[in-house]
């Protein structure tokens, strides 16, 4: 009996044990950007973990506030998802292509604490649980935006004066087992050039990797604008989600902190060179972007447009011969195979930009499913 008596202990740790081990391995993040255009009551709340508000902005006085009046009033009725699910985290995210105001924000220890200050005070008033940093990019005026060689330390400098001021903020607002988050949306190469990458990934709770865009207006060829791994047909240098992983991996940003972004829309590449069904090839004119609902209805193996899997880079894309579009998206074909490259190599989770441009759920029900 004693034996018996052991034997089920034993088994009753091993399971304990399997369960938890389990449970911490499939603890994944899964963080959505969300804008006003997205109505809240569509928004899977018991799904998610994260929920960022996109945009706030740096104001004149170099201080973070909202955009507008119904700012506040839609940050409401995302502030009341959590009464379908309390443990969801909603930041407020900062910045977004071409918006000013930071490299001015990070240049002194003045302003680099009326930022924090105004952050915390925002948080504060609106109650939510941190924010995210989104500034396209230290260093680089792309955007059109005003940038100094001193970003790169300034950048840091300025999330250190963020995480001293929430810590004091958590100890008024009696937070100190529920910190707040600081968290940033980072790019690859030219990017990672202009920050100090491993003191930033310290300071960090996590990183949301931008490994979307990687082909668009600016690139002198067409290609998979979030291709998983480099195609077959292109350049050594091609940008591809695994590149830009293994860059901060490589940098020391633990595997965990890093949280792999999709887009929720595909790129048309217009007037392409037809070789290789037009991808990789030169092209002229605008690069229209489109929902997910739109490539179904009008593009996906419709009016021209077909389908193709490319099995180096597992991604589909669509090419029009007619009309030489080549046309750049994620599927939930691909979706899965991201979600599984995650989860094999444990990283922190998936993000997508954004939630409005896929109103159905048809492929933020594939990573939820993939990362429960």
């Avoid at 506030?65 to 969801?88: F, G, V």
């Avoid at 490994?211 to 050594?236: E, I, K, M, N, V």
């Amino acid at each position: 009996m004693l034996r018996i008596a052991l034997g089920i202990a034993l088994a009753c740790v091993l399971v304990a044990c399997a369960t938890r081990s389990t449970h911490e391995v499939a603890d994944y993040r899964l963080v959505g950007y969300v804008i006003r255009d997205a109505d809240p009551a569509h928004i899977a709340a018991e799904k998610l973990t994260t929920l960022n508000f996109a945009f706030a902005k740096i104001d004149e006085r170099g201080e973070v506030a909202l955009q507008s009046a119904e700012d506040a009033n839609y940050l409401a009725r995302l502030r009341a998802l959590k009464t379908r699910n309390p443990r969801l985290k909603i930041l407020i995210s900062v910045g977004g292509w071409g918006a000013e105001g930071f490299s001015d924000a990070a240049l002194s220890d003045q302003s680099r604490a009326k930022f924090a200050d105004s952050a915390a005070r925002l948080l504060a008033v609106h109650q939510f649980d941190g924010i995210d940093i989104d500034w396209e990019y230290p260093g680089l005026a792309d955007g059109g935006i005003r940038s100094r060689v001193e970003d790169k330390q300034n950048f840091t400098a300025l999330l250190l004066a963020v995480r001293s001021r929430f810590g004091q903020l958590a100890d008024e607002l009696h937070r100190r087992n529920d910190p707040y988050l600081i968290t940033a949306a980072l790019g690859d190469r030219e990017f990672v050039a202009n920050i100090e990458l491993a003191r930033v990934g310290a300071l960090l709770d996590w990183v949301n990797l931008m490994t979307y865009d990687f082909h668009g207006s600016l690139t002198s060829t067409t290609g998979h604008h979030s291709a998983l791994r480099r195609s077959a047909t292109s350049a050594q240098d091609e940008r591809n989600v695994e590149s830009a992983v293994d860059q901060f991996v490589a940098a020391g940003v633990p595997a965990r902190k890093l949280v792999v972004g999709v887009p929720f829309y595909g790129k048309q590449f217009l007037e392409v060179q037809p070789t290789n069904r037009g991808l990789d090839q030169p092209f002229t004119g605008r690069v229209p972007v489109y929902s997910w609902p739109q490539l179904v209805a009008d593009f996906i193996d419709r009016n021209g447009y077909v389908r193709y899997w490319d099995n180096v880079a597992q991604v589909p894309y669509l090419w029009n011969a007619q009309t030489r579009a080549f046309v750049s998206y994620d599927d939930p074909q691909s979706l899965k195979l991201k979600a599984e490259y995650v989860k094999v190599h444990g990283f922190g989770g998936m993000m997508y930009w954004e939630h409005s441009l896929d109103p159905d759920g048809q492929l933020f029900d594939v990573l939820a499913r993939e990362l429960r």
